[in-house]
């Protein structure tokens, strides 16, 4: 089952694709955001593309826990993406996945602005990975 992960920003949108088997993250890459519906029709466009099964998105909670007002923009995004996709859409708690994507850039000698440019679809693959190693852990999507 091929996924998609998705790390959301209000500039940018990182993309990262498993393998077909769903074990492995790739980063893939960068979405300008265009406004919501043009967003939208970019990734189902992707999805179909690249045969994606199921989605997740990242959820920016805050370190205490709190659900603030980019968690609640990160989850309706998440339901739109579903009904325009007809795709089971999730969401994961992304706490540190931008600050450990821009440490394991910088650690493989990724500098300057083209750290900048890799930094989201890296993060989207924390996401993607963190995902699929829970999956494989309860045996079954959710």
């Known amino acids: ?5 998705l790390d959301l920003g209000t500039k940018r949108i990182g993309v990262a694709l ?5 074990e492995f993250a790739f980063p ?6 265009k406004g919501l519906e043009r967003d939208l029709a970019a990734l189902c466009e992707l999805c179909r ?3 994606v099964e199921r989605v997740v998105v990242g959820l920016p909670i805050h370190m205490d826990g709190r659900v603030g007002p980019e968690a609640k923009a990160a989850q309706t995004f998440a339901g739109r993406l579903a009904e325009a996709a007809g795709l089971p859409v999730d ?3 992304e706490r540190w996945t931008t600050r450990e994507a821009n440490r394991s850039l910088r650690d ?5 602005k083209k750290r900048k440019q890799h930094v989201d679809a890296v993060a989207a693959a924390i996401i993607l990975r963190t995902y699929l190693q829970r999956l494989a852990g309860a045996g079954d999507p959710p």
């Open 18 to 22: 498993s393998d077909a088997g769903g």
């Open 108 to 112: 493989a000698g990724v500098r300057g």
């Open 49 to 51: 593309e690249r045969e």
């Open 1 to 5: 089952m091929r996924i998609l992960g």
């Open 28 to 33: 893939n890459s960068t979405l300008e955001r």
């Open 91 to 93: 969401t994961l708690d």
